[in-house]
C-alpha cells in the first residue's frame, strides 16, 4: 500500500473492520472528540450504545485506522431505505480521528473506504450530518464531494417543570448560553 501524499514516511496506517475489542477504545477515543466543549449541543449523543448498536447491525460499515496497534481513527455508519424512493441510501454517523493525528489523511482514508462499501451495497447517496459551525468537519466532508444540498434546522424547547420560574427563551442561541 503507498503512502498518502499528506502522510509521514515511515507511518503505516492500515483502515480496517472494527472487530468486537476495539469498542471500548472506539467509544474512549469518541469521548475525547465528541463529548469536548466544542461540540456541546449535537443533537445526537455519542455513547456506548452508539458504539454497540452500528457494530450490531452494520458492522461491514464499521472502520477503525489502525497505527502500529494503536486506533488512531474510526467510522460508523450504516444503510437504509425510503419508501417510495428506488434509492438506497447510505449514512456516516460518526467519524473521528485522534486529536493530535488530524489533518494526516487518515479521516480521507476511512471515509473512501467506507464509500467503497457502500458503493459495493448499491448506494446511490450518501448523508452526512453535522452541526453548523463545526467548521473542520464541514470543509471535510466538502472536500470529499459532499454539498450543503438539504437546509434541515432543529429547534428546541425546555419543558419547564410546575412551580418553576423563569422567562421563555427568545431563540435557541440565548437558549444555548443560559443552560
Ligand atoms: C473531521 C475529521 C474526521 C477529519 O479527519 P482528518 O484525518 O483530520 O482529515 P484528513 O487529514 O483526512 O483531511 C482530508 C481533507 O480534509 C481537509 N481538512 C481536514 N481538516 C480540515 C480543516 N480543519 N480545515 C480545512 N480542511 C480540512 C484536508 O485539508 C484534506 O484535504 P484534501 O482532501 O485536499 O487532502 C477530524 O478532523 C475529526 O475527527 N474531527 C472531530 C470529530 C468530528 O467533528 N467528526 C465529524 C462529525 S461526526
Redesign the pocket.
Known sequence: MGLMN?EPRGSHIVIRDMDIDDMATVFHLGET??TSGE?PILYRTWDAYEVTNYFNTDPDFCLVAEESGDIV?FALGTTFEKEGSPWKYGYLA????KEGQ???????RLYRELERRMKEEGVRMVIVD?ESD?K??L??FQ?RGFSVAEEHIWLSKILRRKGQKGKRTKNIKNQRHKE
Open positions: 499528506n472528540l465528541f461540540l481513527g460518526w467519524i473521528g480521528v488530524q489533518n494526516r489523511g487518515i479521516g480521507k453535522s463545526n473542520d468537519a470543509a471535510f472536500r
